[in-house]
């Protein structure tokens, strides 16, 4: 099994996670800076008790939110993990900088640098005096020095190669602040590959109390998979409570934001690579178990708040100032306020599509600006098994016309969703004269987006990256613009020829 946090979830007698942290004493070899920790999960919706899932308990996460706020509209950047992970890092949309397409930058050819004077939120910190690491993996499309990042030597492969060994918490100075993440496999303890050794952790939800979303057909093993999700986020639980022990074990609990969240949605079909709320809405708590006026503990925000806005927030709450090329906003700051946010996914691996959306607090716009594509054009997750039964049933005409529309040759346009009416986003009111005024509005937020911070996903792509995926994938690159390098010798150096 691959771990991303070599840890052992072993609750030792007499050891009270829930205590309170108060009474602990502020450690007098620490700088007076915050530490600032990332507890960075991938592939969960918010499936926790505390987001209101009573038949799934994790009450770690729920000790998270009582002494923190819990975000009930946080959103991320991209559906799939390189752009949404490359956004948190920058403080700025993918599609920015040209890093939307996911897996990008993995050949020198392809290769594609911040512009200069940029900064990633980790190189900010410890421009600041902050000791910074990264457990597990990075996961950008940008060719960067790791050790202008960070101060650990964890080596990190970019195919999902994640290194438990590293620093945590024993190489972390006394007497110097910390800016941390530590990945945990989150959703994907529920693949196939891994599960047994989840189930041996946790007892399994009882699969008579999980409902399927009315978009999946209700066969095994479709709900199995879906099941397996609430499993991976309570012994996603288990980690974090881990982790709590170790900082207050360490003296480190009372002057460290603890930030928990996920890189995008749960990973199967219209969630993960999909911009409806399964595939971007994410788990977003903030804890502090010291004093701190910006943080009321045990409450709950409704204001939409997007993934570029983790690493700039972190940055203020440490003290120092966002710089200003960073797109993403201080979500503690009284003069806060997001109208909407905007969410884009292109190139995922081998499959390209281009798609926008905006989500407002009440509608929910999406631009395919490839119709002519399915939504399920070959990808790389066609061959397991809930994917595999549910093309069997649409080839035989079994799904019913909510289920099916994803496996139709084509896609609107355009899409349109009253959320407060229809949160499954189902009824597609692009094209219904009642919604003219919101389609309109929505349009111009989308238009006054690209044009105020650019999208390169409007760009060609790149005829190095797409050779990288062809040599990979081979015949699953089914996509036109494959055809023009399917046939041809290009020299893709592996981008590691690059790192010092």
Same mark, same amino acid.
């Given at each position: 099994?691959?771990?991303?946090?070599?840890?052992?979830? /072993?609750?030792?007698?007499?050891?009270?996670?829930?205590?309170?942290?108060?009474?602990?004493?502020? !450690?007098?070899?620490?700088?007076?800076?915050?530490?600032?920790?990332?507890?960075?999960?991938?592939?969960?919706?918010?499936?926790?008790?505390?987001?209101?899932?009573?038949?799934?308990?994790?009450?770690?996460?729920?000790?998270?939110?009582?002494?923190?706020?819990?975000?009930?509209?946080?959103?991320?950047?991209?559906?799939?993990?390189?752009?949404?992970?490359?956004?948190?890092?920058?403080?700025?949309?993918?599609?920015?900088?040209?890093?939307?397409?996911?897996?990008?930058?993995?050949?020198?050819?392809?290769?594609?640098? #911040?512009?200069?004077?940029?900064?990633?939120? !980790?190189?900010?910190?410890?421009?600041?005096?902050?000791?910074?690491?990264?457990?597990?993996?990075?996961?950008?499309?940008?060719?960067?020095?790791?050790?202008?990042?960070?101060?650990?030597?964890?080596?990190?492969?970019?195919?999902?190669?994640?290194?438990?060994?590293?620093?945590?918490?024993?190489?972390?100075?006394?007497?110097?602040?910390?800016?941390?993440?530590?990945?945990?496999?989150?959703?994907?303890?529920?693949?196939?590959?891994?599960?047994?050794?989840?189930?041996?952790?946790?007892?399994?939800?009882?699969?008579?109390?999980?409902?399927?979303?009315?978009?999946?057909?209700?066969?095994?093993?479709?709900?199995?998979?879906?099941?397996?999700?609430?499993?991976?986020?309570?012994?996603?639980?288990?980690?974090?409570?881990?982790?709590?022990?170790?900082?207050?074990?360490?003296?480190?609990?009372?002057?460290?934001?603890?930030?928990?969240?996920?890189?995008?949605?749960?990973?199967?079909?219209?969630?993960?690579?999909?911009?409806?709320?399964?595939?971007?809405?994410?788990?977003?708590?903030?804890?502090?178990?010291?004093?701190?006026?910006?943080?009321?503990?045990?409450?709950?925000?409704?204001?939409?708040?997007?993934?570029?806005? /983790?690493?700039?927030?972190?940055?203020? #709450?440490?003290?120092?100032?966002?710089?200003?090329?960073?797109?993403?906003?201080? /979500?503690?700051?009284?003069?806060?306020?997001?109208?909407?946010? /905007?969410?884009?996914?292109?190139?995922?691996?081998?499959?390209?599509?281009?798609?926008?959306?905006?989500?407002?607090?009440?509608?929910?716009?999406?631009?395919?600006?490839?119709?002519?594509?399915?939504?399920?054009? !070959?990808?790389?997750?066609?061959?397991?098994?809930?994917?595999?039964?549910?093309?069997?049933?649409?080839?035989?005409?079994?799904?019913?016309?909510?289920?099916?529309?994803?496996?139709?040759?084509?896609?609107?346009?355009?899409?349109?969703?009253?959320?407060?009416?229809?949160?499954?986003?189902?009824?597609?009111?692009?094209?219904?004269?009642?919604?003219?005024?919101?389609?309109?509005?929505?349009?111009?937020?989308?238009?006054?987006?690209?044009?105020?911070?650019?999208?390169?996903?409007?760009? !060609?792509?790149?005829?190095?990256?797409?050779?990288?995926?062809?040599?990979?994938?081979?015949?699953?690159?089914?996509?036109?613009?494959?055809?023009?390098?399917?046939?041809?010798?290009?020299?893709?150096?592996?981008?590691?020829?690059?790192?010092?």
């Amino acid at each position: 099994m691959r771990t991303f946090f070599k840890i052992g979830i /072993i609750f030792f007698a007499g050891c009270n996670l829930f205590a309170n942290p108060i009474k602990n004493k502020k !450690p007098s070899t620490i700088a007076d800076k915050p530490n600032v920790l990332w507890i960075y999960v991938e592939d969960l919706n918010p499936v926790f008790s505390c987001y209101g899932e009573t038949k799934n308990p994790t009450p770690t996460i729920d000790y998270l939110a009582d002494n923190g706020v819990l975000f009930r509209k946080a959103f991320a950047a991209a559906p799939v993990c390189s752009a949404s992970r490359s956004a948190v890092i920058t403080g700025t949309m993918a599609t920015t900088f040209g890093l939307q397409n996911h897996h990008s930058s993995r050949t020198v050819e392809d290769a594609i640098f #911040l512009p200069d004077g940029v900064k990633t939120i !980790p190189e900010v910190f410890k421009d600041n005096g902050y000791f910074t690491f990264n457990q597990g993996k990075d996961d950008y499309n940008f060719i960067y020095n790791r050790k202008k990042l960070y101060n650990d030597d964890t080596k990190v492969d970019f195919w999902y190669t994640f290194v438990g060994a590293g620093i945590w918490p024993s190489a972390i100075p006394q007497n110097q602040p910390f800016f941390g993440q530590i990945q945990l496999e989150g959703g994907k303890l529920s693949l196939i590959q891994v599960y047994d050794k989840t189930k041996e952790k946790i007892t399994p939800i009882d699969r008579k109390l999980v409902q399927l979303p009315p978009y999946y057909p209700n066969i095994p093993s479709v709900h199995e998979d879906f099941a397996r999700h609430y499993d991976a986020a309570r012994a996603t639980d288990l980690e974090v409570a881990e982790i709590i022990k170790q900082l207050r074990e360490n003296n480190l609990l009372n002057n460290t934001y603890v930030f928990f969240f996920s890189d995008h949605g749960y990973k199967g079909i219209r969630h993960k690579q999909f911009l409806y709320d399964g595939g971007i809405q994410i788990p977003l708590i903030v804890a502090y178990f010291g004093n701190d006026s910006q943080i009321k503990k045990q409450s709950v925000r409704k204001d939409l708040i997007s993934g570029i806005d /983790i690493g700039t927030t972190s940055l203020s #709450l440490a003290g120092i100032q966002i710089p200003s090329y960073m797109e993403g906003k201080n /979500i503690f700051d009284s003069s806060f306020k997001r109208d909407h946010i /905007i969410a884009t996914r292109d190139r995922c691996d081998f499959s390209i599509d281009r798609i926008r959306a905006v989500r407002t607090d009440k509608f929910k716009y999406i631009k395919n600006y490839m119709p002519n594509r399915s939504y399920t054009q !070959p990808s790389y997750r066609d061959k397991r098994a809930e994917f595999v039964d549910i093309k069997k049933m649409y080839d035989a005409g079994e799904l019913n016309e909510v289920q099916a529309k994803y496996w139709l040759p084509t896609k609107p346009e355009e899409e349109l969703f009253d959320l407060e009416n229809d949160p499954f986003e189902i009824n597609n009111l692009a094209y219904n004269p009642k919604y003219n005024k919101e389609l309109i509005k929505h349009r111009k937020i989308l238009a006054n987006w690209a044009t105020t911070y650019g999208d390169k996903g409007s760009e !060609p792509q790149n005829i190095y990256s797409l050779k990288f995926m062809y040599d990979r994938w081979g015949d699953r690159c089914v996509n036109e613009e494959y055809d023009a390098i399917k046939n041809i010798k290009i020299k893709n150096t592996p981008q590691t020829s690059l790192k010092k």
